[in-house]
């Protein structure tokens, strides 16, 4: 055997963090050798024709994931750490490039998951045509961690002209969403298996950067755009609200929500709209640019099943109503605590 079959057949040690040759075997032959980083500096040098453009702006964010269990149906942890940040970016109408890689790993945890997650990571990136360029690891003791915490930060570029702001929503303004809601939400629980629960629902993991683009390009006016994660569908409609000081009006009917999504809330009674979602996203863009947005949402991957929900208005600013199934009307609020734990 190989010492790199050797490595990928144990388990993490504290002298994988130690700074030593443990450290650096793990670094060489799980990550480096994957990630393929340019250089092994302490920083990664970052070169892209679009930095060069006069009037573009970098866009930065990062992002923590500890979802429990760390492998379910539709993703792992790796490909959501990737998605979460890439569609941060994307969301913001920036072009994402370079992401970084923190791993925080507790002793004991088993190397060849640690390298389906790597991989998976890989995997995902190339899908955004994004680079994975630094990284950094630690090692905790057993029993003060969860196996595997991943965090991951990412850089893009927003092109000159480029300015989506859930400020800049107005009334009238068309909300649409690109896939079902609650997917990701709804599969972790089956996955956990606590409830013995027999759902054959995938998570929605997935990047967005794609859809944007096409979006962007036939409706250069979107207004803004959320990914609709924690806190699922109702959280970013009432973040949009209260940054844009308008009311937003959503219809039940119009909601693309899978089935078996919809049962497993009934019998646990959960609400779809507060589900966490990590391939989807809500964007508003004004009407006359709405059926070409939703025309270019529907031809990609990420999009087929995207919908007009509702609109802006100038009634109840600040707030969310839902016109339901049965005539009625509901305010959606912001979601208070949390409905499901380590969800992303």
Not at 87 to 98: E, I, K, S
Not at 126 to 138: F, L, Q
Not at 174 to 180: D, E, K, L, P, T
Not at 253 to 266: A, D, F, Y
Request: charged share 20%.
């Amino acid at each position: 055997m190989n010492e790199m079959s050797k490595l990928a057949a144990g388990r993490i040690s504290l002298a994988h963090g130690g700074g030593g040759k443990a450290m650096h075997d793990l670094i060489d032959q799980i990550f480096a050798a994957r990630f393929k980083p340019q250089s092994r500096e302490d920083q990664a040098r970052l070169k892209h024709p679009a930095l060069l453009e006069p009037g573009a702006q970098l866009a930065f964010t990062t992002d923590s994931f500890v979802v429990s269990p760390l492998e379910f149906p539709g993703g792992d942890i790796g490909k959501i750490s990737v998605c979460g940040t890439v569609n941060d970016l994307a969301v913001g109408g920036a072009l994402p490039l370079w992401l970084s890689a923190g791993f925080i790993l507790e002793e004991g945890f088993d190397i060849a998951t640690l390298v389906r997650i790597v991989e998976s990571m890989v995997c995902t990136a190339e899908e955004a045509g994004v680079s994975i360029v630094t990284g950094d690891t630690k090692v905790v003791d057993k029993g003060k961690g969860d196996g595997v915490f991943i965090n991951t930060s990412g850089v893009g570029v927003i092109p000159p002209g480029r300015e989506l702001l859930a400020s800049s929503v107005k009334a009238g303004d068309v909300a649409i969403v690109n896939h079902r809601l609650g997917d990701h939400g709804a599969a972790i629980l089956a996955a956990r298996g606590d409830l013995a629960l027999s759902a054959s629902i995938a998570s929605d993991c997935q990047p967005l950067n794609g859809l944007m683009e096409a979006v962007l390009r036939v409706a250069p006016h979107v207004r803004a755009a959320r990914d609709a994660t924690r806190g699922g569908l109702a959280s970013s409609l009432n973040e949009i609200a209260q940054e844009a000081g308008v009311g937003i009006e959503i219809e039940e009917k119009l909601l693309p929500i899978h089935s078996e999504v919809r049962g497993v809330s009934e019998i646990l009674g959960l609400d779809p709209l507060y589900l966490a979602n990590e391939g989807t996203l809500v964007l508003f863009v004004p009407e006359a640019e709405a059926e070409a947005a939703l025309s270019a949402m529907k031809a990609t991957s990420a999009g087929h099943q995207s919908a007009i929900i509702g609109r802006a208005v100038k009634d109840h600013p600040k707030r969310v109503i839902m016109q339901t199934l049965f005539g009625g009307r509901r305010i959606v609020d912001m979601l208070v605590g949390e409905q499901l734990p380590r969800i992303c």
